[in-house]
């Protein structure tokens, strides 16, 4: 997070088949050059900069769905199609596909971060959604990994180590993708709480439960102020932490029976005026606070860009890390509204800054993030939910995991990219 | 399958440890003494069979349960801890831990095989239930990988690349693992169909309606026949192909709801008499004739033991790859009831051996089962989906992945292992 990178490409490449991904790579192996693949660009961590300069191999254009298996609830995607565009393309057939990190990100892009978003509490991360890749080595071979089946023990899970490993092992260049079919009902929810503690021990209750959960969102009180002040058209909303849920179902009797329950919990907890609504206008208007979080957080400050914090907890300690955050964030005197994935124990701090800041405020910044990872990683956390290593998160992997594990890490990548020419300087350094 | 193997340990050693696997592996590697992890010995595809001699190394006196988060839901198990003993432990916690592969297999042998089972259509594999172990490499180094988070993108997910990989990459020594709650309200159902193709029809509908299924299993019409010759005392079940189906919900106004959907699916695809019951003693009459397939097929040639084939294919082919196996296993004169996770995919064939069987008879079932290979092969499956590889399917990873997805297996392989003393000759060769 806030590293500064100055550097550049040498060239960009624009690559339209796995046969052509492959030719540059083995170009890039003769001549030792770096190559950085490049889909929306949308990632948060520096993953897609020239830190050793480099060709940028740019898959925007392998934008083409070469397969939608209705039957079988699959389908095969070139990297660089978006997952909008997927959910366009597949708007007949009654399926899509759910993992949503917000961006409208390429595929490729997502499965090379292991993105994950508001539907990861009932879908899974693109871990458990990724059935198979096509991907080019850095000797220029072509490998498929996994397949169409939806279980497999056959040999070592290559799908799921290319699965997040940031174009350092391997370019991948087509998905074999799960798909889901749309809920026949869906239902919405908010809840206010008295405290962040409070609104997590829901959550846990909720979980524990086994509400099934199909997102599971809280806002703090400054995302909620934010909301209020940024949607001036619109009723204020009660300030406080607060808790937006979504159910779905195979009917309205199955839903209704969910939120039935869900409301118990959230009552148990403390929850005041738990309200919920089944019409899209409704469900729509209910979580407007969370789906506007981002540019309500902006325009606190107007001409500010936001660097997005992500840290990962056991949901026991959620509220705690939350809150000492949200402490430390007024106690600097700057502007960090949070929002978080509740039922993952994921959460991120929205830090605003502006080209014109002094090195002290961008320093502050800095330190609230470092405070914020040490916090998580004693608390038993990841120094990233889903955003990834890239440069900036590289020097808490050590921390994280120590130092046997990080230099298995780097066994791999010695083994799989021994010239060093798949996106060096990302995620482990050899 | 069918591999004879006449070898034996020169040694077995109880570790009690992660340091003493440590000790253990840091001498076999000074020797270059093969060593051979091994739980319960419940593996089918000659996993701990010593093919090049060396040490057993036996966990099964690590059967410390190290920790149990109640309120984050995960707990911490060392390696011979078996699937039951943790479930007795949980008891009075209201949690469980689902995978159910049958046996009563170590959950270090569970991590190290991929396996599954029947509740995997809800709950997963064991690849989405680690979220994090402790193992011993070959150089004799400690790695922790994963961790307590719900979800990560810290790195390369060594967990997942470890899960699966049969004691060929590390010896795993603890696991963390995902608790579930006890469900409130548990219903099960049966359905007869008139054919494979209409129960898998159903399936697929189910499937497709998004219908949230906790175990979803099908018996063809010799599996049913053998439940009726051997569970004597109680009245005939009609024959036919069957479902199997048990649905779970926070109310059993949920689970209503569920499998008054699910009814709606078996009926348009040509179910009949939908049966389904709440109360366990109810539950457990419907689901008999599942309960003790292996039993009932092991005696209708009393003296016999079942070896059972293991195959994966997109629910599209199952009906297909399932048909054309039962009729080669009618043709060729041989027991072969067939039993399958239908909602996965995945089907195994009882196929009956006993140890005075002729040559001529072992090569039939031999050749059945490599019919069954190709078969599944051809329809994009796998050729395993919960067995793993072991010694009895390497011949048929180069045909599933192709040479370069086998090749860098091999070269993970080496540079993890490079004296290849981690149960050497198993899923691949260097």
Redesign the interface.
């Known amino acids: 997070m806030l590293v500064e990178f100055r550097s550049s490409y040498a060239a960009v490449v624009y690559a339209h088949s796995t046969e052509e991904v492959s030719a540059v790579v083995r170009l890039c192996a003769e001549t030792r050059t770096p190559l950085i693949s490049f889909g929306t660009g949308t990632s948060l961590e520096g993953h897609i900069q020239a830190v050793h300069g480099g060709v940028c191999l740019d898959l925007s254009e392998m934008n083409g769905i070469l397969e939608v298996?209705a039957?079988?609830?699959?389908c095969r995607v070139q990297a660089g199609v978006t997952r909008k565009s997927l959910n366009s393309h597949l708007r007949e057939t009654?399926l899509h596909f759910p993992v949503d990190p917000g961006a409208d990100a390429s595929l490729g892009g997502m499965v090379a971060?292991?993105?994950?978003g508001t539907s990861?509490v009932r879908y899974?991360?693109m871990?458990?959604n990724t059935l198979g890749l096509t991907a080019v080595?850095a000797s220029g071979?072509?490998?498929?990994?996994g397949?169409?089946?939806?279980?497999?023990?056959?040999?070592?899970?290559?799908t799921?180590?290319l699965?997040?490993?940031e174009g350092t092992?391997a370019i991948i260049t087509e998905a074999q993708l799960k798909l889901?079919?749309l809920?026949?009902a869906v239902s919405a929810a908010t809840c206010l709480f008295p405290t962040l503690e409070a609104a997590a021990a829901a959550v846990?209750s909720l979980?524990?439960?086994?509400?099934?959960l199909a997102r599971c969102e809280l806002l703090d009180a400054s995302a909620i102020r934010a909301f209020n002040s940024y949607a001036t058209e619109v009723p204020d909303v009660p300030v406080g932490p607060t808790l937006f849920l979504e159910f779905?179902?195979?009917?309205d009797?199955?839903v209704?029976?969910?939120a039935?329950?869900a409301k118990e919990c959230c009552d148990d907890s403390g929850g005041g005026s738990f309200q919920w609504a089944t019409s899209e206008s409704e469900r729509r208007r209910l979580w407007a606070a969370r789906h506007s979080t981002y540019y309500a957080a902006l325009a606190l400050r107007p001409g500010s860009r936001g660097i997005v914090t992500d840290a990962?907890?056991?949901?026991?300690r959620l509220a705690e890390v939350m809150r000492q955050t949200a402490d430390d964030v007024a106690s600097s005197g700057v502007w960090g509204p949070i929002f978080g994935h509740a039922g993952?124990?994921?959460f991120h701090c929205i830090l605003l800054v502006r080209h014109d800041d002094p090195p002290e405020y961008v320093a502050k910044l800095n330190a609230i993030n470092e405070r914020l990872m040490a916090r998580t990683l004693a608390a038993?956390?990841?120094?990233?939910?889903?955003?990834?290593?890239g440069v900036g998160?590289k020097k808490?992997?050590v921390p994280?995991?120590?130092e046997?594990?990080?230099?298995?890490?780097r066994?791999?990548?010695?083994?799989?990219d021994p010239l060093n020419i798949l996106n060096p300087g990302k995620?482990?350094d050899i």
């Open positions: 298996n039957a079988d609830m699959d009654g971060c292991g993105a994950s990861t899974g991360t871990r458990e080595l071979a072509v490998v498929r990994t397949g169409r089946a939806r279980k497999s023990s056959a040999g070592y899970d290559l799921r180590l699965v997040g490993s092992l889901y079919p809920p026949a846990a979980l524990q439960s086994g509400v099934p779905e179902g195979v009917s009797e199955m209704g029976a969910i039935s329950v990962v907890v056991p949901i026991s993952d124990g994921n038993g956390g990841s120094c990233t939910g889903e955003h990834g290593i998160k808490y992997l994280q995991y120590g046997n594990t990080v230099e298995m890490m066994e791999l990548k010695r083994s799989l995620v482990v």
